[in-house]
């Protein structure tokens, strides 16, 4: 079984200022991880994985987030904020030998952006 | 454009209607899904199919019956719903059922049961 924790269901930041969205995930095999971004009115589109590769994983939008094995954490970063990146954040998890249909997703993180 | 397309966008409904989603994929994939999304809640899945045949029920009541005519298209059938059966829901689409294939997702409709 898999579970997914992101903490904080607000976070605000200036704009310019850096981003530091949390995830911290639980589960018995290794894991898949992932971040989506779903701005207003809008379906969910995939931000960046990480499938066993490299640790730390460049997305879109100028996005990136590291695997830390030993904190079971994928915490997602941007060094700098844009208005344009006000939107909900959800990471999921999955076991890596897993299918899509066990792609467990959090409760979500509403980024502002304060100009 | 997104590639998966949803509508109705929005749908009000009384509890004894008979209404139904259509999502549309434009993307020759073979995995097709249903999400429900709830305020303040993670998305839970509630119907796949691959290749046309369902694969996944996720204990959804039988007030919702999708339907899978053919790998580009999925309806959601509505009956006799719960006020609390408000909510998104969101189509989406894959390669396959493989986490390594991207999964799509539409913009969704939001549906509100009166």
């Known amino acids: 079984a898999q579970s997914v924790t992101q903490l904080g269901s607000h976070v605000s930041v200036s704009e310019g200022a850096l981003v530091l969205l949390r995830c911290n995930y639980s589960?018995?095999?290794?894991?898949?991880l992932f971040w989506y971004v779903q701005y207003p009115n809008q379906g969910l589109q995939l931000l960046l994985k990480?499938?066993?590769?490299?640790?730390l994983v460049k997305g879109i939008n100028g996005f990136e987030a590291e695997f830390k094995k030993s904190e079971t954490s994928f915490h997602l970063t941007k060094p700098s904020a844009h208005m344009s990146d006000a939107a909900e954040y959800f990471c999921?998890?999955?076991?890596?030998?897993?299918?899509?249909?066990?792609?467990?997703f959090g409760s979500g993180t509403q980024l502002t952006v304060l100009p | 454009e997104t590639g998966v397309t949803q509508t109705p966008r929005h749908l009000v409904m009384g509890m004894t209607n008979k209404k139904s989603l259509k999502c549309e994929q434009h993307?020759?994939?073979?995995?097709m899904y249903w999400y429900k999304q709830s305020a303040k809640k993670p998305l839970e899945l509630m119907f796949v199919?691959?290749?046309?045949?369902?694969?996944e029920n996720n204990s959804v009541p039988s007030r919702f019956s999708p339907e899978c005519p053919n790998s580009s298209h999925l309806f959601l059938h509505l009956h006799t719903l719960q006020p609390e059966d408000s909510a998104l829901y969101l189509c989406?689409?894959?390669?396959?059922?493989?986490?390594?294939?991207?999964?799509?997702f539409g913009e969704g409709s939001w549906l509100t049961v009166v």
């Open positions: 989406a689409s894959s390669q396959d059922m493989t986490l390594r294939s991207t999964i799509y």
């Open positions: 589960s018995s095999v290794p894991p898949y």
């Open positions: 990480y499938t066993s590769a490299a640790t």
């Open positions: 999921a998890v999955s076991p890596s030998s897993g299918s899509a249909r066990q792609l467990t």
């Open positions: 993307l020759g994939h073979n995995a």
């Open positions: 199919y691959n290749f046309k045949e369902q694969t």
